[in-house]
């Protein structure tokens, strides 16, 4: 399958190079940045470019890997230039109605996982959420998917809505706790690398065992002897507090509800 990659973001970088292990190939990558789109094409023997006009039109598919805020235009843009080609977008909040007026044939990809640029996954176990508008969108999205995942699931853009809220709540806020607690840590001359083992367990505990039933530490029982001991050393960082607070009280709330 021809690609043409619209995109150089950490989730692009990664799809591109899960694309060429696939066996595809990427025809062409389009970034609004010159050092972006030679970086990336250079490492897909793809060509690079920063004119959606100078997009080819040998090509299969158009995969947009681009800021929700920009989707649409380029969307757009693309889809009146190319009105026979597939075009789908990677965006987990972002509806499949967004490609409706202007293409023909449009889909979704959708793939959960976190992505940097300089660190690379197997996208083979990467679940990946497909959505199409009609059978020639079908048949490419299923096969594309498919070729890259062995864990491919159709699913409606209410539902990716949903999945993409609870992405951010287990990935994004997750990771922005190891970050504050790194902050602690290094402040008080201890290393991250000291809570892994936790951390870890922590990761592998919910694998078996559903996080209500997981939960453990002093927000669960609403200790306040514990609570305002950490509070009390945390009143020079207001936010953080502020954090752990809420936090104690959510876990806390939840506890009762689920009693």
Do not use: W
Request: glycine share 4%; aromatic share 6%.
């Amino acid at each position: 399958m021809k690609v043409t990659l619209i995109g150089s973001g950490n989730l692009a970088t990664n799809l591109g190079k899960a694309i060429i292990k696939s066996g595809h190939t990427v025809v062409q990558v389009f970034s609004r940045t010159t050092g972006n789109a030679e970086l990336l094409a250079n490492q897909l023997n793809a060509i690079p470019t920063t004119n959606l006009d100078d997009l080819s039109d040998e090509t299969d598919v158009f995969i947009l890997s681009v800021k929700d805020s920009v989707l649409k235009e380029i969307a757009d843009a693309i889809s009146l230039a190319h009105p026979s080609k597939v075009i789908v977008h990677t965006a987990g909040s972002v509806g499949i109605e967004i490609f409706e007026g202007n293409a023909m044939h449009y889909g979704v990809i959708y793939p959960m996982q976190t992505f940097s640029k300089g660190y690379e996954v197997s996208f083979n176990k990467i679940p990946v959420f497909i959505e199409y508008n009609d059978p020639v969108s079908q048949v490419l999205v299923n096969e594309l998917a498919k070729s890259l995942s062995s864990s491919v699931v159709e699913l409606t853009s209410q539902d990716r809505k949903y999945l993409h809220l609870a992405a951010v709540f287990s990935c994004n806020f997750v990771n922005h706790c190891y970050a504050l607690a790194a902050h602690i840590m290094e402040s008080h001359g201890m290393t991250f690398d000291m809570l892994l083992p936790l951390i870890d367990e922590t990761a592998r505990k919910v694998h078996n065992i559903h996080p209500l039933k997981a939960q453990t530490g002093p927000a669960i029982r609403y200790d306040e002897n514990i609570i305002n001991k950490h509070l009390s050393l945390l009143t020079d960082s207001p936010d953080l507090a502020n954090i752990y607070e809420s936090m104690s009280k959510s876990i806390h709330k939840t506890s009762i509800d689920n009693d």
